[in-house]
Structures are given as structure tokens and as C-alpha cells.
């Protein structure tokens, strides 16, 4: 039977003080020197336990189970076990004991006991001495899971605890002068449901629809939870609110494609909601805009809420590896042409307008000539690689907040033995830490001639990649110009082939980046283009890891 090593007990709470993240707690640990070999197996025990996420929201065991990444060893459950009693700080407690109920280890009672008592213990020492720029929002997460898990499984004393001090806090934060609207709209959805107080719920939401008018998304959160928690005779009423914030909102957007975004949900919205004057009031603003399309392609931000999505993404992700797969979006909506996008009807609002073009005086939406060629639609395409690389940029900053991977640990997550052995992935690797190092110019040059490389030894055995002298004409190995269109034929999709040629190659109407960065055409490359090349490194990595689909089988 193990026993608790005092080194490595002393190390984990030394490098949980202060720590705002679990994952920054296990880099500290990792770092750590406990000593024997037995301590140095529970450390590393105990940084696995610290990189995974608990189950939020599951339904059963068995679909948290399937939550992870692989079954811990008993062992290491044995380990998390060991300490899950053994730790002094709250937070650690609850984390360990949600992950033993996960994985289906020992009592299930004692574990969501233990849980949830150590998140509602972590939730008060947070409150009672708050840590600059986490007290409240951490409180907030811990009481959500401890709500969360005693609803789950039934368990009324729990659950009344969770529910008072979740109140308790959400008069804190209402009363309070900091900017904690996500934080309490998190609270107020767990606290929603068949035995939750709708009149107090209620209050709640209205009371925090007019603290926190001030973000478009956070009010629109609280007047949808008391759309739900309200009588019916509000209704009329709630939805007004809703639509008057989308308009108020454009009014004060500070870039063309926000006003017409929030200006097309407002329409939208009014249509839904039956409120057909506020409906004529979006539409007449809209046709008072005289913006080129030009102009809302270049400016504004992404929404917070496709933001915050991209980065879900991430935290659902068990390790590091699949992290980086999950990177890799579906290429296929951005390289559709306008009128395949407006046959599948993929695309909404003011996107699926016959012709991108506004008429100030009107304005008039009027479709191209029959004989028109496609510059609109490969722009378009453009413009949407642009879109990815963003999202993509968002994924890896957050993957290098919750992983802070070294250099072994990203050859580790790379490597594959024929695509891309060590040499190569540490090569990749040093790419991705100059990119998280803000040396964008740097991890350009070094990942994209591993982009081809990779590209080279997916296609060998599928199309013919080198070329036989005949006569006076020299063989040769095809370059990656030839080597992208050859995907399709290999069974990869076109749309990939296609955007790869936008991305790299193409020095007419695409980025050309392979051949302006490494030629010395172009200064610094912008982030999300460098993301873009590191997410292509990516997207065939994980056909050789078996991570998508493989290649149909070609004739």
C-alpha cells in the first residue's frame, strides 16, 4: 500500500499557492525535485491528475469514463486516491475526487462528497481572500460544479449549500464594482431548472441585465434566462428588450461589420419574436448603410461568442495531442463558392446577399453578369482563410495557456514515425515555440518547409512524386505547387487542396505565403497567418495519426 511522500506532498502545495490554473500548478510540480524514484512516481501522477478536466454536465459514469483520454492505471488511481484525502488545499481536493468519480474509482458516494465539499470550501477561500483577477470568477466555476455534481446525483444537502452560497455570490457580484457578467450568467444558468426559484431567478436576471448592460452578450444572456424564469405576460416585453439591445448596440458598434452584424440579428430576432415594427427598423437601418463590403472584410473583432467557442474546444480536449488536433477546423464552408453557399443555404445574414455590394443610395443588392468570372467568390475564399486563421490563433494561444508545452512534450504530441520522425518534429516543434514567443517571421521560415515534407511522404505511396529523365527533359521531385494539386488524386479533399494553394502557392489571387515569406518578399507576416501555416502542418499530421478520415483509395 503507498504512502504519502512528504516531498512531493510539500512540492504540490508549494506550487498550488497562487496558482490560478490547475495546468500551471502541474508545471510547477513537473519542475520539482522529490527526490527517491517512488516520490518522482507520484509527482508524475499527480501532473496527469492536474492536466485533465473533469466531467461537466455528464450524465453517467460511463460517459465520463469516456471522457478520457484512456483508463488511469490503478496505480495512479491509487495515487490520486492517496492525496485526494491528504491535501490541505480545497480546490486540489475537489479536483482529485471529481476525477476518481470519473474513472469509476472506489465509493461514489464518498467522491461526490468529496467533490463537492471541495469545491464549496475552495469557492468560500477564494471569496475570502481573493486573488487579483480570479477570486470571483474561480468562486463562481467552483460553486457551478459543486451545484452541478450534487444535482447529478441527487444529493438535497449538497445541493441547498451550493444553492445559498451561489445566491450569496451572485449578490456579491450584483452589488460589487467588478466587471464578473460571464461569471454570474454561469451561476444564474446552473441555478435555472424544475427545482430552482423562478420569482428569485427572476429578480436575479433583471437586476443583472441592467448591472451589466454595458456587454451586448452578457445582457443578452441575463434577459434570455429571464425570458424563462418570467410569466408569460413579460414575454412581449422581455423580447423587446432583446431587440432594442441589438439596435442599441449598432448604433454605438465601433466597426462597419459590427453594426451590421448586430443590426441583421436584430431583424432577425424582431421576425422571430413577432415584433414587426422593430423588424421595418432593423431592415430601413440596413438599407441606410453605406459601407463597402470591402471595408466590414478588414475591420472589427471576432464575436466573444465564436471566441469563447474556439477555446472550449480546447479545454474539452483530454492532452495536449488531441488539443492540437481540434485545431484543425473543417476547411469546407470557406472555400464554397456564393452559390453553392447560397443553395446550402450555409451561409446567413448579409453573406448570403446575392452581390456583396452596397448601393448607398438604396441600397441595391444586384447580382453579377452571367459572364462574370470568380474573382468575388476566390476572394471570398480568401477572406474566410483569413477568418480560420484567427480562430486558429485563439486555439493556440489557449493551448499554450493550458498546456505550457516544452519542447519535448510538442516533438512527443508531433512525432510520427514515417510522416515525421523526431528529427523533423523537433524541428516543428521549435516552430510552434517561436510562434508562442511572438517570433512570427521565425516560426514561418521554420515550419514551412516541414509543411511540405509532410505533404511529400503522405503522397509517396499514393501519386508519382518524382519525375524519370526522358530525352534532354531532367527528372526531378515535384514541388509543392505540383505536390497540393496532386491531393485529390490521392483521395484527399479538394477543398483542403484548395485552400493550401490560396494559403501558399498561389501568386495571383491567394496569400502566396510559401513563396513571399521564404523568398524575402514580404516583413513579418501577420499572427493568424502563421497560425494558418501552422494549422496546414497540423491538418496533415493528423491524417497520418489517423485523426480524420483516410484518403479514399484511388483506381
Not at 477564494?126 to 447529478?152: D, F, K, Q
Not at 517571421?441 to 516541414?450: I, K, M, N, R, S
Amino acid at each position: 500500500m503507498p504512502q504519502i511522500e512528504p516531498s512531493v506532498l510539500t512540492a504540490l502545495m508549494k506550487a498550488a499557492k497562487d496558482a490560478p490554473f490547475h495546468t500551471s500548478t502541474a508545471f510547477a510540480l513537473r519542475a520539482a525535485d522529490v527526490g527517491s524514484r517512488a516520490a518522482a512516481e507520484q509527482r508524475d501522477a499527480l501532473v496527469a491528475a492536474l492536466r485533465l478536466r473533469p466531467s461537466e454536465g455528464t450524465k453517467s459514469r460511463k460517459e465520463a469514463q469516456a471522457g478520457l483520454p484512456s483508463q488511469p492505471a490503478p496505480a495512479q488511481l491509487e495515487i490520486w486516491n492517496l492525496y485526494a484525502d491528504g491535501v490541505s488545499d480545497p480546490l486540489l481536493r475537489g479536483h482529485l475526487h471529481h476525477l476518481l468519480l470519473d474513472a469509476g474509482h472506489g465509493r461514489t458516494y464518498d467522491h461526490i462528497c468529496g467533490a463537492a465539499t471541495g469545491y464549496l470550501d475552495a469557492a468560500q477561500l477564494l471569496l475570502a481572500t481573493p486573488r487579483e483577477g480570479h477570486g470571483l470568477s474561480r468562486a463562481a466555476r467552483c460553486l457551478t460544479r459543486a451545484r452541478e455534481l450534487a444535482r447529478r446525483f441527487n444529493q438535497p444537502l449538497l445541493r441547498d449549500r451550493a444553492t445559498t452560497d451561489a445566491l450569496a455570490l451572485a449578490e456579491r457580484i450584483l452589488d460589487g464594482d467588478e466587471d464578473e457578467g460571464r461569471a454570474l450568467l454561469g451561476l444564474l444558468e446552473e441555478l435555472r431548472g424544475p427545482r430552482g426559484d423562478a420569482a428569485v431567478l427572476a429578480d436575479l436576471a433583471e437586476r443583472a441585465a441592467e448591472r451589466f448592460a454595458h456587454d451586448v452578450d452578457d445582457r443578452l444572456g441575463f434577459l434570455e434566462l429571464l425570458r424563462e424564469s418570467a410569466p408569460p405576460s413579460r414575454r412581449t416585453e422581455i423580447d423587446t428588450a432583446v431587440v432594442h439591445t441589438l439596435l442599441d448596440a449598432a448604433d454605438v458598434a465601433d466597426a462597419g461589420h459590427r453594426r451590421l452584424y448586430y443590426l441583421t440579428e436584430a431583424a432577425t430576432e424582431a421576425q422571430k419574436r413577432g415584433l414587426s415594427e422593430l423588424r421595418v427598423r432593423a431592415v430601413m437601418a440596413l438599407q441606410q448603410t453605406t459601407l463597402e463590403w470591402t471595408v466590414i472584410r478588414s475591420e472589427g473583432t471576432l464575436p466573444r461568442a465564436l471566441v469563447a467557442g474556439q477555446r472550449a474546444l480546447v479545454d474539452a480536449a483530454p492532452d495536449l495531442q488531441t488539443a492540437l488536433w481540434r485545431t484543425v477546423e473543417d476547411i469546407h464552408p470557406a472555400m464554397r463558392t456564393q452559390a453553392q453557399a447560397e443553395a446550402d443555404g450555409a451561409l446567413e445574414g448579409l453573406l448570403r446577399l446575392p452581390r456583396s455590394r452596397i448601393n448607398p443610395a438604396g441600397p441595391v443588392f444586384v447580382r453579377p453578369p452571367v459572364d462574370a468570372d470568380d474573382d468575388h467568390a476566390v476572394q471570398m475564399q480568401v477572406d474566410g482563410l483569413g477568418v480560420f486563421g484567427r480562430l486558429t490563433a485563439v486555439q493556440l494561444d489557449r493551448i499554450h495557456e493550458r498546456f505550457r508545452p516544452d519542447e519535448f512534450e510538442m516533438i512527443g504530441a508531433l512525432a510520427h514515425e514515417t510522416v515525421l520522425p523526431e528529427p523533423r518534429a523537433r524541428i516543428l516543434a521549435r516552430a510552434f515555440l517561436y510562434y508562442w514567443l511572438g517570433e512570427f517571421e521565425a516560426a514561418a521560415c521554420v515550419a514551412l518547409p516541414q509543411v511540405e515534407q509532410i505533404l511529400r511522404e503522405l503522397l509517396r505511396t499514393r501519386v508519382s512524386i518524382v519525375s524519370v529523365a526522358k530525352g534532354q527533359t531532367p527528372g526531378g521531385v515535384a514541388m509543392l505547387g505540383g505536390l497540393l494539386q496532386s491531393m485529390p488524386e490521392a483521395g484527399y479533399p479538394a477543398d483542403w487542396s484548395r485552400a493550401l494553394e490560396l494559403l501558399l502557392v498561389d501568386s495571383d489571387r491567394g496569400m502566396n505565403l510559401r513563396n513571399d515569406i521564404l523568398h524575402g518578399l514580404t516583413g513579418t507576416p501577420p499572427r493568424h497567418h502563421v497560425a494558418l501555416i501552422l494549422q496546414a502542418a497540423l491538418y496533415l499530421l493528423s491524417h497520418a495519426h489517423g485523426q480524420r478520415a483516410a484518403p479514399r483509395t484511388t483506381a
